[in-house]
């Protein structure tokens, strides 16, 4: 009986659990090697307009 109990405050501590968001940052015409040393933790910049193959390599 207390198995139960026990799983069943552990499955609702993890509905309960608000997920992380992530902030984009502006890159504003810096390069992006700048915004990127400035960046903080769950910051990100998103610049799809770098790459107009859509191709890493």
Same mark, same amino acid.
């Given at each position: 009986? $207390?198995?139960? +109990?026990?799983?069943?405050?552990?499955? &609702?501590?993890?509905?309960?659990?608000?997920?992380?968001? @992530?902030?984009?940052?502006? $890159?504003?015409? +810096?390069?992006?090697?700048?915004?990127? &040393?400035?960046?903080?933790?769950?910051?990100?910049?998103? @610049?799809?307009?770098?790459?107009?193959?859509?191709?890493?390599?």
């Amino acid at each position: 009986m $207390r198995f139960f +109990r026990t799983a069943a405050i552990a499955v &609702a501590a993890s509905c309960l659990a608000l997920p992380a968001s @992530a902030q984009q940052v502006a $890159r504003q015409d +810096r390069p992006i090697l700048e915004v990127a &040393a400035q960046l903080k933790n769950g910051e990100y910049v998103w @610049a799809p307009e770098l790459s107009p193959s859509g191709a890493c390599c």
